[in-house]
């Protein structure tokens, strides 16, 4: 399947952030976020509402413990390939909870869809927090019933919250993009902090746009963006069991319906792209103890296949985590990850900077200043290029450094 590799300059020139934007800026979506008792004194149940019946696509972990929720998810979106409405809880997974879980999932999905009066097959459920646990369907009844969504932004904010488990930070993101002259615009929003290794962690995102886009086209273009935004993002190399991108169209700003053929369908692709790309480099930078976000590009591979997996490699490489953490300009590190790929690299023709610092040219040592390097690594943002030399193709990856919160947050992650 042919992916989104680097935003087109003319097509990204007409995307315009909304700076202040999220989930409710899109025509017709709502939400809301209450606290249902699921944990001490945190909101913890959320839903997205939207006003018409959307188009929707999703993808989800390919972990082979998928949890409760998904299932549900999927059964959902295959009816009609419509959402109008997804409720979400932390604090517990959900998963590997075996029939009862399935149970629940289906019991959330009822529960919201009486509450707003809509098509049970038109509700998606999804679940964050402890594996193994069984939710606690009262006080999930009872929160469901405090929900009244609204489009103010502190009913974006409430969402946000609600869906955030070791998250420092609530990630969001809003644009717009003109299609046919009609002004579309798509908002998103995240959690994830630990567990975080993509193939599709404990990792969810919610995407909201008024497009007109065909339901088929829409998980195409989310399948196309996936590879190049959410599954180049680690964190500790752990894939969860509740993984899920949702994206849901509503249609409401009316442009002409989008297919893979309409000339405006790039743009589309590209506000995805961005969207998805954006939500993805914040669960990176909000990874669990983390203190620096990385980002890894590589250039001059065979195929951008092995570019990406490359820059994965190294991002996800602890020692490489480590010495960013101590603002360690080990390039060895670097030049080990490379070196344990399943990818065809020329050893003698490797170059590696670390910022504007090259270390490495040709796969020779070169002169550098330490001062210069520790500087530049004690900043929050730390970009590390790789250059081949053996192609034309280039991919990028992002991750965090790792700290000794790391292992503080995961040691007492269920107390």
Not at 72 to 81: D, G, N
Not at 216 to 222: A, G, I, P, R, T
Not at 239 to 245: G, H, L, Q, R
Request: aromatic fraction near 6%; proline fraction near 2%; charge should be negative.
């Amino acid at each position: 399947m042919q992916v989104i590799s680097n935003i087109n300059e003319e097509q990204s020139s007409c995307i315009k952030e909304i700076v202040d934007g999220s989930i409710v800026t899109p025509i017709g979506f709502s939400a809301a976020g209450v606290h249902a008792g699921l944990r001490y004194n945190k909101k913890d149940l959320g839903a997205i509402v939207s006003e018409v019946p959307a188009n929707a696509a999703a993808v989800y972990t390919t972990s082979h413990f998928q949890a409760a929720p998904l299932k549900v998810t999927q059964e959902s979106i295959q009816a009609e390939k419509l959402i109008q409405a997804v409720v979400v809880n932390s604090a517990c997974a959900n998963a590997c909870t075996g029939e009862k879980g399935i149970q629940d999932a289906y019991e959330m999905r009822q529960l919201l869809a009486e509450h707003l009066q809509v098509k049970k097959e038109y509700v998606a459920v999804s679940s964050t927090g402890v594996i193994g646990e069984y939710l606690k369907m009262d006080k999930i009844a009872a929160g469901i019933q405090q929900i009244s969504a609204g489009n103010t932004a502190s009913h974006a904010d409430a969402f946000q919250e609600a869906i955030l488990t070791t998250d420092t930070v609530m990630k969001k993101c809003c644009y717009t993009a003109k299609i046919n002259g009609v002004t579309v615009t798509m908002g998103g929003t995240s959690k994830g902090s630990g567990m975080i290794h993509p193939n599709m962690a404990t990792m969810l995102a919610f995407i909201t746009t008024d497009a007109k886009i065909d339901s088929d086209c829409l998980q195409s273009s989310l399948s196309k963006v996936i590879p190049t935004t959410f599954n180049q993002i680690t964190v500790d190399g752990d894939t969860s069991t509740n993984d899920t991108v949702l994206v849901m169209a509503n249609g409401m700003a009316a442009n002409e319906a989008l297919t893979a053929e309409h000339p405006d369908y790039p743009v589309f692709l590209e506000l995805l792209a961005k969207t998805c790309e954006s939500l993805a480099k914040q669960i990176a930078k909000d990874g669990e103890g983390a203190t620096k976000l990385i980002e890894v590009e590589v250039s001059g591979s065979k195929t951008e296949e092995e570019a990406r997996a490359i820059a994965k490699q190294i991002v996800g490489s602890n020692l490489v985590k480590t010495a960013v953490y101590g603002s360690d300009a080990n390039w060895g590190r670097i030049i080990t990850a490379i070196g344990q790929t399943n990818t065809d690299v020329n050893p003698a023709s490797v170059d590696i900077a670390i910022g504007n610092i090259v270390m490495l040219k040709n796969s020779e040592p070169q002169d550098f200043s330490e001062e210069e390097a520790i500087n530049y690594l004690e900043q929050d943002f730390i970009k590390i290029t790789v250059d081949l030399h053996n192609g034309e193709a280039k991919g990028k990856a992002w991750g965090c450094d790792l700290s000794y919160d790391y292992v503080k947050i995961n040691a007492s992650y269920r107390t």
